[in-house]
């Protein structure tokens, strides 16, 4: 299992955070170093918090005006997405994306 999704996910957030205001920038960038933790886990990354990290993402990205911000956060998630698809079906039907 690839981790390269979650490190991409991590350096969108960065991206979205750099544009970002402050206060946005530095909630942004608490999730990028969330994103990292999880991808650099010895064991599989956890999904609970896999998932928090989307829910939080989601939010900012609906709080956000700014398509330079919003833009790399959509991308970000669908990243997220991406690699919990590459795990065995754990609970992927909540987010509608699995086919089991």
């Known amino acids: 299992m690839t981790r390269d999704p979650l490190y991409r996910a991590a350096d969108r957030v960065d991206e979205a955070a750099e544009a970002a205001d402050p206060d946005a920038s530095d909630r942004l960038a608490g999730l990028a170093g ?8 010895e064991a599989t990354p956890a999904l609970g918090g896999l998932d ?21 956060i959509a991308d970000a998630r669908e ?3 991406s690699f919990l698809e590459t795990l065995p079906d754990r609970g992927m039907r909540q987010h509608g994306r699995s086919e089991n």
């Open 34 to 41: 969330q994103l990292r933790s999880q991808a650099d886990r």
């Open 52 to 72: 928090r990290i989307h829910s939080k993402l989601r939010d900012v990205e609906g709080a956000v005006e700014d398509p330079e911000v919003a833009a790399p």
């Open 79 to 81: 990243d997220v997405l």
